[in-house]
């Protein structure tokens, strides 16, 4: 069974600070999905990596994808209130389903 | 609007009752995915469609689960005789062909069993 592991569970912030999320498998994924998800909607999509190594920003979110194509990581510098929300990583192999991580819970406060 | 969209958005029903959620994709895109998600945890892969073909079910389809794609565009996910054990988010997305793993999400329909 394939697990994507994500740390920390819960992260409650101040406004302006730096952080990472991190999402670990010991299995291989061709590519890697963040997602950010709001109470009571769909994830929403922010970025795919497919490349190991690979390194893509969006705005003041940074991700990353590990050189074995098995980890990524988020960072977000200067979070805002806006930031605010669970943060999924999806893996996708050739089983073409997307498999879930456990999810990371950010509050920031004003 | 031209993402994904899903009706109804909330649906409460008593168990027993069927029920039936509808997932409009992304016009160009040919794959069409079902996921559920329970509170506190990530989503998890039902089924999906490639065109109007079903090429995967998990096992948590139960047999009281129907999806269908009859014409290769909306889809629909039928519960027969609901449980309590029913209650969650039902989540669609839908894909390009040559994109898998790039998938795009809906609103979601929210259900609960009493």
């Known amino acids: 069974t394939q697990l994507l592991e994500q740390s920390p569970q819960f992260l409650s912030i101040q406004e302006g600070e730096n952080l990472t999320v991190y999402c670990n498998s010991s299995s291989v994924f061709s590519s890697l999905q963040w997602y950010r998800q709001e109470p009571g909607e769909g994830p929403v999509l922010l970025v795919t990596?497919?490349?190991?190594?690979e390194v893509k920003k969006l705005k003041r979110l940074t991700f990353q994808f590990g050189d074995a194509r098995k980890d990524s990581s988020l960072h977000i510098t200067a979070a805002q209130p806006g930031d605010t929300g669970l943060y999924l990583c999806?893996?996708?192999?050739?089983?073409?389903?997307?498999?879930f991580g456990t999810g990371t819970r950010l509050q920031v406060f004003p | 609007d031209t993402g994904v969209s899903q009706d109804p958005r909330h649906k409460i029903t008593k168990r027993g009752q069927n029920v039936t959620f509808r997932c409009d994709p992304i016009?160009?895109?040919?794959?069409l995915y079902w996921y559920r998600q329970t509170l506190g945890q990530g989503p998890e892969f039902l089924t999906y469609f490639q065109n109007e073909a079903q090429l995967e079910k998990s096992r948590l389809l139960s047999d009281r689960f129907s999806a269908e794609r009859p014409k290769g565009s909306f889809s629909t996910l039928e519960i027969q005789r609901t449980e309590q054990g029913d209650s969650a988010m039902y989540l669609c997305?839908?894909?390009?062909?040559?994109?898998?793993?790039?998938?795009?999400f809906g609103p979601g329909t929210r259900l609960l069993v009493l």
């Open positions: 999806a893996g996708h192999n050739n089983t073409d389903k997307l498999i």
């Open positions: 997305a839908s894909s390009f062909l040559g994109r898998p793993g790039t998938q795009y």
């Open positions: 990596v497919v490349t190991g190594g």
């Open positions: 016009s160009e895109h040919n794959r």
